[in-house]
């Protein structure tokens, strides 16, 4: 009997091993796929905060350019005009730009401007001249850049149709011009005092809905 029973054992731990082994190799798979996932997701994370540091550093560049032009020019900021490519912020700002300003977020790689940013055209009177820095309210709350949507090809806005329409322009209106989630949820913003900004969708909209909003008109 002992033998028999000997031999039933000796049979039997092969089997039961091998499926113990089955088990736990299932286990490591799954726990190397989900490491997998996590990896990715986090170097997906990394990926596109590296994207939104390079284009906040582009709009730097511009916030600085625009400080020394408006120092040079009588505090005056640069024109936006349909009169051609001299009259625009992107030529006036030249002088003062950076050799390495490329003025292409490498988010939108594909996109049909020229430039992936656009002007606020609403920095400029009726004639397309740039207006004085005292008639702002407050600079470090008025936009002066933002990215392009991925349908305009200028290189600056229309609000609402019209310079003065800014001031009516509802987050629907400021949506179709603008790439309000270019970074994710997000976009970068460059202000009237230099600095730039990455502000979530959410916060755009109720900085639009302000009462006497200063944001879009100075």
């Known amino acids: 009997m002992e ?4 031999f039933f054992f000796m049979k039997r731990s092969p089997t039961r091993q091998a499926a113990f082994t089955l088990v736990e190799l299932l286990t490591v798979v799954t726990m190397v796929a989900v490491l997998t996932s996590l990896g990715l997701a ?5 990926t596109e905060r590296t994207r939104t540091t390079r284009c906040l550093n582009d709009l730097r560049q511009v916030g600085t350019a625009l400080q020394l032009y408006v120092g040079d020019n009588g505090s005056r900021f640069p024109n936006t005009s349909h009169l051609g490519v001299a009259q625009s912020w992107t030529n ?9 300003f ?11 401007s020229r430039l992936t940013y656009g002007w606020n055209d609403a920095l ?3 004639t397309g001249v740039g207006v004085m820095t005292p008639s ?3 600079l470090s709350s008025t936009m002066v850049v933002a990215e392009l949507a991925t349908n305009q090809t200028g290189d600056h806005f229309h609000f609402s149709g019209n310079r003065g329409g800014a001031t009516r322009t509802t987050p629907n209106q400021f949506k179709v011009e603008v790439n309000v989630e270019c970074h994710g949820r997000s976009a970068n913003y ?4 230099g600095h730039a900004e990455n502000l979530a969708w959410t916060e755009i ?6 009462t006497d909003s200063c944001f879009l008109v100075p």
């Open 136 to 138: 702002f309210r407050k």
């Open 205 to 210: 909209q109720l900085r639009l809905k302000q």
């Open 190 to 193: 460059l202000f009237a005092d």
């Open 42 to 46: 986090a170097t997906r994370g990394v």
């Open 102 to 112: 490329i003025g292409r977020c490498c988010t939108v790689p594909n996109h049909p």
């Open 92 to 100: 006036t700002l030249s002088d003062f730009l950076k050799t390495n």
């Open 3 to 6: 033998f028999k029973a000997f």
């Open 124 to 126: 400029a009177d009726a």
